[in-house]
Structures are given as C-alpha cells and as structure tokens.
C-alpha cells in the first residue's frame, strides 16, 4: 500500500487502494491503512456521514408494495368498493392503518364508500412514495414522512476514510519496502499445515483503545450467591431450600424465643391474613408449651408464663432462615448433618441505606458427635477467608435460641463490620426434637457481605437494576 501511495501524494480513497494494490477485500485495505497510520507513514482521515437505509417495514415494501399503494390500487380497480370489501382483502392490521395513509392524502369515506376529489393527485403522490422506497434518501422531501412510519427506514452511520502519504512515508527508498505475509489470526486450517512454522505473525497492540464487549451475565446478587453457593458446597455442605411462609411456631417457638419477645410484634414480622392460621403437630405445641412454661424435661427453668398455642400457628413471612434449619434437624435429629441456605427473609424495616424489609441470609449447621465453638468459629473464618476476608474476630453476643451465642465481625478498609450471629443450639431447642449431638448454627446477611464485595455504601444499589451501573460491576 505504500509502495502504490509514494507515487501519488493525493488523498486516497477505499476504492483507489483496493484498486491500486489489486485487493478486493476492504478489511484488508482499512487494517494495512490503519498499520501505516500506527507508523506514521500514512495518516488517515475518517469522516461519518449519516445515511438511510429501508428498515423491515421498508424492506416488505419494497418487495410487497407500499400499504396506500396496495390499497390506492384495490380501491381505484374497484368501483364502489366499501370498507367492508376492504377489510376482508386485506389484514385487519393494514386495513385500518392503510385508510389512515389514504385519508392523510385526501380521500374520504362516505356512507361506507371511498371518495377522492383529486384521484390523480393522491396516485401522484403514491408514486412519489414508491419511488422513495425504491431509493431512500435523506435529501428527498419525503425523508420526514417515512422517519415518522414505524420501520419503514432507519439510519445509519456511514464512516469513510481516506489515506495520504506523510513526509516520513515518502522518504522510504521503495527498495526498502519488502512484502512479507503476516498472520494475524491463527485458523484450525492454518494449524493442520505446516505453513506457519515459517510465518510470521502480527504483533498485538494491546495499549490499543477497544470497545467493551457488553453481553448478558448474571446479575452480582446472583453471581455472589452462585460463589457462596460453591464455597458451602465444597467445603461439605449440602443445601437446604425451603417455603418462607412458616409458622410462629417454627420460627420463633422451637427456637424458644418468648412468646413475648419485642421482636414478634407486628412492628417487626409480617403475619399473614392468608394464611392467618397453619395447623401444627399438636404433639409439637405440647412439646413447646412445657419447654416454654417450665423448661419440659430439660433442666432449665423456662420462661415462665403461659403459652398460646394460636399464636403458635399464626402465619408469617420467615423472618430467619434458621425456621428451615429447626424443621431440617426436626426431621433428622440423628444423622450428622451439614447443612446451608442462602435466602430471602423478611422483615418490617424502614428502607434506608443499610436496610430491606426484603433481604437474604447466609445460614448453616454442623451437626454431629463433639461439635463445638472452635469447630464454629474456624468454619466461619474459613468461609470469610475464601470470601477474600481472612480477617474475622467474634464477640459474646445473646440469642434466645444458642449458648454460647456469638457476633461475627470482619475487617473491612480497617474496620471491623458485623456480619451475623452464630452459637450452638441450647437444649431447649435440641432436646424436643430428639436431637442428641451439639449443633452449631449460624446466619449471616448476605446484602452486608454484598455491600463489601461491591464497595456499596447504599444497599438499595443492589435492587434498583440500574444497567450503567450493573454493566461496570466487576465480574464475581
Ligand atoms: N437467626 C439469627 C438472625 O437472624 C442468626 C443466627 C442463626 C444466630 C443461628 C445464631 C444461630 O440474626
């Protein structure tokens, strides 16, 4: 290309080069252009024109005719023609659509007949129309008129290019200039031969400008649950998926919260109307009623006070996971067991910067014969630490549920955030479900732990489906 550009100091154009150096494909022409410009040998002009092209509509009427044509042309060729003989020659889609065009051009219906003060010009004016189709172009009158019909046109960015030789690329001895085959992508038919054995291949410019490829992946809040998901997996856990409709009874009772603890008001959980009521195992609620009276045959002393079995079985949106956990160790109180969730909890929280009345939770166990808070505490740590946090410290904290109970806290840009809650199941719990072996069981918000992954400061940025931001999200 540049041996052909030295003897011409002109513009070139796209076809002077193809022309010139007897190539007939234009990638080939642009990406020599654009290595010589990359040089300095050449410098290159771009300029962008907008043009119209037909759009699908466009292209059916061009193939199929235009729709007032089709109808100009049926009404002309018979005399008389109703709306009613219309609209069983034509789609109910053209039909109604197509009058509007012919009205727009002056005919009118009268008494259910088509009439036209000017036939010869509404024809005229069709003509005109056919022939736009026919060759599109900005510059025509009609250009308005079709940028307003729904797909007939559409535009497009034309760009061209030219190329000038600059001094540095006439100064070039034209002996200097060897031609040589460089490859510049590697073919499973290049690899069967041995030809690139002696080849030489073009260098990548990877300080090149690139345009980001944008494709379709999982939303971060998937995409962190899915990375969740595998560590629980991998570290031996099997996962647990369960209904967040629930009981009071499962969610609270048999986790001996108090049946007047602060946190089952209406203020905090969401009863339901429908269900408002779930019928319970009654051996279950006589179970509960005497841990939570007296302790049952524990040795604790209970609550004290006196159960109610109806608001055992008022329905509510779970307000924990750790509702599903129980019900899993109710139905197995004897297999050792290691089990995670990872889901959505609900609960009656004002919407601000750190809270969601809808949010997820991170929950599991480990049951089995000499369970114990070390053994806690390093599953945790190690989950954080596969999380890229291996900074995790606890702290004593209380739940009515677990004893010890404690808080999990990570180290985060030189602070330590609290994640969850964590302890080991108290007999209250354990005992009425014929569990024998310690359980340690933790839950966790997965929105907090989001919040650092992502660097979030508002947590409602997560649900928003702001797609600038959602496209700019690191890949998890
Ligand atoms: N359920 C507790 C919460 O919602 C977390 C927790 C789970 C604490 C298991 C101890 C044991 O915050």
Request: aromatic residues 8%.
């Amino acid at each position: 290309m540049l041996r052909a550009m030295q003897n011409q100091q002109e513009n070139w154009s796209l076809d002077e080069i193809l022309l010139a150096c007897d190539w007939n494909d234009q990638a080939v022409a642009v990406s020599a252009g654009h290595g010589l410009s990359n040089l300095g040998l050449v410098k290159m002009t771009e300029s962008s024109i907008t043009d119209v092209i037909l759009g699908s509509e466009g292209e059916n009427a061009a193939s199929g005719g235009l729709l007032e044509a089709r109808l100009w042309d049926f009404i002309q060729s018979n005399p008389g023609v109703t709306m009613k003989d219309l609209s069983t020659h034509f789609e109910r889609h053209e039909s109604g659509p197509g009058i509007g065009l012919l009205k727009g051009l002056g005919v009118s219906l009268q008494g259910g007949a088509f009439a036209c003060e000017d036939t010869e010009a509404v024809s005229n004016a069709i003509a005109a129309r056919i022939s736009f189709i026919e060759s599109p172009s900005i510059n025509d009158p009609l250009f308005e008129h079709f940028k307003g019909r729904k797909n007939l046109i559409e535009m497009v960015e034309v760009v061209t290019r030219s190329w000038r030789i600059t001094k540095a690329g006439s100064a070039i001895s034209s002996e200097d200039l060897e031609e040589v085959v460089r490859i510049a992508e590697i073919t499973p038919e290049l690899l069967q031969t041995d030809d690139w054995k002696d080849a030489q291949f073009r260098p990548y410019d990877v300080s090149l400008e690139a345009s980001m490829p944008r494709s379709g992946r999982s939303h971060p809040m998937q995409a962190l649950i899915e990375r969740i998901r595998s560590i629980f997996l991998e570290m031996g856990f099997s996962e647990l998926v369960d209904d967040y409709v629930q009981t009071a009874g499962w969610n609270m009772d048999a986790l001996f919260i108090p049946q007047d603890h602060p946190a089952r008001e209406m203020q905090d959980t969401f009863y339901l109307d429908n269900p408002k009521q779930i019928k319970l195992d009654p051996k279950m609620l006589s179970d509960w009623k005497a841990i939570h009276e007296h302790g049952g045959d524990t040795e604790s002393t209970g609550w004290g006070g006196e159960f109610n079995e109806e608001v055992s079985q008022k329905g509510l949106l779970r307000t924990h996971t750790t509702v599903n956990t129980i019900q899993y160790l109710a139905k197995n109180p004897t297999d050792p067991c290691r089990v995670f969730a990872i889901d959505r909890v609900f609960r009656k929280e004002k919407i601000d910067r750190t809270h969601l009345p809808e949010f997820h939770q991170i929950e599991g166990i480990i049951m089995e014969p000499g369970a114990n808070l070390g053994m806690l505490v390093s599953t945790l740590k190690t989950f954080y630490a596969k999380m890229g946090y291996p900074e995790v410290r606890v702290r004593p904290a209380y739940f009515p549920y677990t004893e010890p109970s404690l808080e999990i806290e990570v180290k985060w840009r030189g602070k330590w955030l609290e994640l969850g809650g964590a302890g080991i199941f108290r007999p209250e719990v354990t005992e009425p479900l014929g569990i024998k072996d310690p359980v340690c069981a933790w839950g966790m918000g997965l929105e907090r732990l989001a919040m650092l992954v992502l660097g979030l400061d508002d947590i409602r940025q997560l649900y928003i489906s702001d797609l600038e931001w959602l496209r700019n999200q690191p890949i998890l």
